[in-house]
């Protein structure tokens, strides 16, 4: 089954609405989330183990959750210094919990020299132990090509791939997952990405609630399955003003009016080379304006796509390489590839009415 909707990253459970299960998993429900992940493991420990208690704090976490229809996904931070008894503890702790999927997070100790040997001695054992109907996603950079850890070691055995999307100093959700996209697509291996994005605060820096709202359409305008947040505690108590962010996530309808984005209703109009369909994302008096013409009205916007589809690009492809803004505006980027010509540098802006295109402009080059 394809894991759907928004998730949420815990970190420590006693500081998670005081470490109380059902009222974890009441929030979890009323938040609208498909799945929460927390954290079992760490290296060849066990996690949000209670020491002193001994007492192992995600069970009574898990059945609450799952009452809920929730589903409970274990993650697991990894060195790579002792891979087989790391994958021993994580098919432990899959096994015992019941896990409906695991998450291993790996990140700078994978970018050590000899760390691909130990990749693959993780993954191989974690499968043999745990079998191939149990979910495995891989977190860790957004970025592959800054990052040299042994990405393809993991993800040959992985189901997803949740890389951390996470704009710290910017305030570019969109282009960055954009980014994160393509350059996972030129891996060898590409499970289906699920993003993670930013609900937590670093030297200073937070995401606005415009920001993470960016972040769940340009997701959704990409038709990504799920996507998850790090980080509960963050979110709920850290950051101000207080549940912001969190509402802001919480009121996002993943299965319904949040997608498409009239950026993902576009480019999918275009590639049916429907000049109707394209004309009726626009209203009745938009202004539509390239290098060459400006244009009034829909029907001359419907003219002018017709001529487009059949001499400009004709039975051109075209993909959705960045996206953003929020609200009455947007700004998208976009590559086509066709018959006579390619296009690597879409540039358009849209100005919206009620959701309607009002003004438009254009740009492209052909080579």
Known sequence: MTLQGKGFYIWKIKDCEGGDAGKIASVAKQAGLSHVLIKIADGIYTFNYDWNRRIDLVPPVAKALRAQGIQV???????????????SIAIQRVKGLNLDGYVLDAESHYKEPGKATAAKTFMRELRNGIGNTIPVALSSYRFPSLHPIPWNEFLEKCNYNMPQVYWVSAHNPGSQ?????????????????????????????????????????????????????????????????????????????????????????????????????????????????????????KDKIRAWYQTFFANVLPNGIFTLTGFSGTGNSRHLSWTARSSVGNVNDGNDTLGLIDDKITYHYLHYTIS
């Open 177 to 297: 997952l954009a980014r994160t996209l393509n350059e996972f697509a030129s891996l060898k291996y590409k499970p289906p990405i699920i993003p993670t994005g930013a609900a937590f605060t670093e030297h200073g820096w937070a995401p606005t609630t415009q920001e993470v709202q960016e972040f769940l359409v340009t997701a959704r305008s990409f038709n990504l399955s799920a996507a998850n947040f790090w980080e509960w505690w963050n979110a709920r108590q850290v950051l101000t003003p207080k549940h912001q962010i969190w509402n802001v996530i919480a009121q996002f309808d993943w299965g319904g009016g949040g997608a498409p984005d009239i950026t993902a209703r576009y480019i999918n109009a275009l590639n049916k080379h429907d000049h109707n369909q394209v004309a009726e994302l626009y209203n009745d008096r938009a202004v539509h304006v390239t290098s060459a013409s400006t244009i009034v009205g």
């Open 73 to 87: 996904w274990g993650w697991h931070f990894v060195y790579g210094d002792e891979p087989g008894k790391e994958a």
